[in-house]
């Protein structure tokens, strides 16, 4: 049994072992959502390359509502405030059609696309 040191109360080391194991867990889905994240900018990247292979504009305002209805409806199901993930998915609409921009002024200038 090991001996208690100053500021430590008797539970301590169970308190200490519960929070590392949510802390893993915590770190185990952060890792899991990078590489959502990476395989949903992949798919994006593609209907980046379709759009300015055909001319079609970066942002399409319709479709944003559409997601942002849906995963506002997928966040009150899983019981997440709905502003945070509509502020979450809204970031990553931005980000997208930055790259998409990015990709139609390369298409324009005729620098290859991948």
């Known amino acids: 049994m090991s001996e208690q040191q100053p500021g430590e109360r008797p539970g301590d080391d169970e308190v200490l072992r519960r929070l590392r194991y949510l802390r893993g867990s915590i770190d185990n889905l952060d890792a899991a959502l990078v590489h959502l994240l990476a395989e949903r900018f992949k798919a994006t990247q593609q209907v980046g390359e379709l759009k300015a292979a055909h001319s079609l504009p970066a942002a399409d305002p319709d479709r944003e509502a559409q997601q942002i209805a849906r995963l506002r409806g997928m966040a009150e199901d ?31 200038n005729g620098s290859a696309l991948s």
């Open 78 to 108: 899983a019981h997440l405030d709905p502003a945070f993930a509509e502020k979450f998915l809204n970031f990553i609409i931005e980000e997208v059609i930055r790259h998409h921009r990015v990709i139609a002024e390369r298409a324009a």
